[in-house]
């Protein structure tokens, strides 16, 4: 195979998602020379993602046109060590994207704040209940950074993406119609929040007569004109029902093209190469510290990208798959319970209630939006009374008006025949009368769910695939179940209903499946910490192993919380990326003591 060497770099960076061109940005902007490696191809929110071609729902939806090959690289997926993996062949379960901006131009726009108990988990909980309270089957860890450290950073990222909401606590003063759970915030939300269709206002309604306090879900779908926090505009949203598995081409979804890339492409300490398959990592002689990164081009050219400093942005389980086929830290034997990489593997626990009103609510469930909706935080991690209920973690209850495309909106009440005319009518019946309230649930870490290299399967490019191991620990089956029953305690208070079943992907007797989808939030396997002997990271977001290679995403996780991963993952890039600045890159070395 032919090869080359470039030019050394300031900073290699792997991945043009939001944290790899967010890294780029306030890097070139300190006087760094990046450069940027994106397997996909160069696209255009302005361009590429225009009605009414955007609108086929059959291509972005169905064929996933907007994902990763995965035919060229994906993974294995397994319950447990006992079973042999097969890989995944078509997108299911999640969506990991491909092409400039990642899967942050697919993204439904929800981007909430960690709750400071989800960042202390064992400290919350062990103080809280005694140090017993927590199983031995559960390794849930503090994430070795606070909520206060990271407000600032998450305020940042509020104002990149000029989020939609109403502030529950704003220094410490609990605000009428917002979160009152939610940390403190330095300040308001940037926008007001979205206008609320008939079905979240009927949920809200039921979940304040039940006792809670419902609110409006933190959008990035933005409420009105807006200039963000490096100068790019972005406009009202319309309420298309096109956000998730879709590019917003009217510039009202925040993405990582407009809001970031825009803003440093001309930049010239900035270079991004497209169809640059990055295949390793190299490491130095004495194995201490990266080198740089080899990738194949656009002409399947072997090419070192020498660098001083490495910056693993890409997707999670990428990110994850690039260190252990490195030989990056030392992978997690789940016999042994040693070693790191791969280990506190977490997901999303999702169980709800689907809702049909009678017909005097018509809920135009086309006018949609990725995060418009309402919910409730009182039976997330830390908000509520876990004694004697068997679990730790939570999540939050939601209904939202996200789509009605006809190909996947199809709602019919239970017992209702899968095909034929019976099915019909009911679609007909009830296709303008129903909801859906969801709980959104944490995932804890366990031993037994892990991820690490496949014995029997490679990729396109020779390496072997990332091998999942995954189910459902019992500790959230029970959390599922009792999310489920105050989800369903909330829509016996609303009105107009005439209906209503249940589901549960976690319920007793099944198994995690690839086949339906439930969210691209997968997490853990390069987690953040301060003891090298559970974490692959420090506080910093630095391995532990080689000071110079920085990792981003929801895989510095300990463990999952009950929200949508994006607006914590670049909290904490953000934290790392000030401490690069500020500390690191003038004097390169070990950040923390391992």
């Excluded at 990149?160 to 529950?168: E, P």
């Excluded at 209920?389 to 190909?407: E, H, M």
């Excluded at 690490?452 to 500790?475: I, K, S, V």
Aim: charged share 20%; aromatic share 12%.
């Amino acid at each position: 195979m032919a090869y080359r060497e470039l030019p050394r770099t300031d900073v290699v960076i792997v991945g043009a998602g939001w944290t790899g061109l967010t890294a780029a940005y306030e890097l070139a902007n300190a006087g760094q020379r990046c450069v940027v490696l994106e397997r996909g191809q160069y696209r255009h929110t302005a361009t590429s993602f225009a009605g009414p071609g955007e609108h086929d729902e059959l291509k972005y939806a169905i064929r996933h046109r907007h994902m990763v090959d995965l035919s060229k690289e994906t993974l294995t997926i397994r319950n447990n060590r006992d079973q042999q993996a097969l890989p995944m062949r078509r997108m299911g379960s999640f969506l990991p994207g491909s092409g400039l901006g990642g899967a942050g131009i697919h993204w439904n726009g929800q981007s909430w704040r960690p709750l400071p108990a989800d960042l202390e988990m064992r400290t919350h909980y062990e103080e809280r209940y005694g140090p017993g309270f927590i199983s031995d089957d559960i390794t849930v860890q503090d994430w070795g950074v606070t909520y206060d450290e990271l407000e600032p950073h998450l305020d940042m990222f509020d104002r990149v993406t000029g989020l939609s909401g109403t502030a529950g606590n704003v220094g410490g003063e609990i605000r009428e119609g917002g979160n009152p759970f939610e940390g403190p915030r330095s300040a308001e939300f940037p926008n007001p929040p979205m206008r609320q269709p008939i079905a979240p206002t009927l949920f809200a309604e039921g979940a304040a007569r039940a006792g809670f306090s419902p609110f409006p879900i933190p959008s990035a779908n933005v409420t009105r004109a807006y200039e963000n926090a490096y100068g790019a505009q972005l406009h009202p949203c319309t309420y298309c029902g096109f956000c998730e598995r879709f590019g917003c081409g009217y510039y009202a979804k925040a993405d990582p093209i407009i809001c970031v890339y825009d803003r440093i492409r001309d930049h010239d300490n900035f270079e991004i190469r497209f169809g640059a398959q990055v295949v390793r990592v190299e490491k130095s002689r004495d194995g201490r510290t990266a080198t740089g990164v080899v990738y194949l081009d656009e002409d399947g050219v072997e090419t070192f990208q020498p660098a001083d400093t490495v910056c693993l942005s890409a997707y999670g389980l990428w990110n994850v798959h690039l260190m252990l086929v490195s030989g990056l830290g030392q992978p997690y034997d789940p016999a042994a319970h040693t070693g790191t990489v791969g280990r506190n593997y977490a997901y999303q626990t999702l169980s709800g209630v689907e809702v049909f009103f009678d017909d005097e609510v018509v809920t135009n469930p086309f006018m949609g939006a990725g995060a418009l909706g309402m919910a409730i935080d009182d039976f997330n991690t830390g908000n509520f009374d876990a004694a004697d209920l068997g679990f730790v973690g939570g999540g939050y209850i939601a209904c939202t008006q996200t789509n009605g495309r006809p190909i996947s909106y199809q709602p019919v009440p239970e017992g209702t025949p899968s095909w034929g005319r019976e099915w019909k009518r009911a679609v007909r019946e009830n296709y303008m009368h129903s909801t859906g309230v969801l709980l959104h649930g944490s995932s804890v870490a366990s031993p037994g769910n892990f991820l690490d290299l496949d014995p029997t399967w490679t990729d396109a490019y020779g390496r072997p695939l990332l091998r999942m191991t995954f189910d459902f620990p019992e500790n959230d089956r029970r959390m599922a179940a009792f999310g489920q029953q105050k989800a369903l305690e909330i829509v016996r208070s609303m009105d107009h209903v005439r209906s209503h079943s249940t589901w549960n992907r976690a319920g007793e007797g099944s198994n995690y499946s690839i086949v339906p989808y439930q969210t691209t939030h997968n997490t853990g396997g390069a987690v953040i910490g301060t003891d090298p002997a559970t974490s692959v990271v420090n506080r910093y977001g630095q391995m532990w192993d080689h000071h110079n290679v920085f990792v981003f995403g929801a895989c510095l996780f300990p463990q999952n919380l009950g929200y949508n991963p994006t607006g914590p993952l670049m909290g904490l890039a953000y934290w790392t990326l000030e401490h690069m600045k500020s500390d690191y890159l003038e004097n390169p070395r070990p950040l923390m003591d391992a």
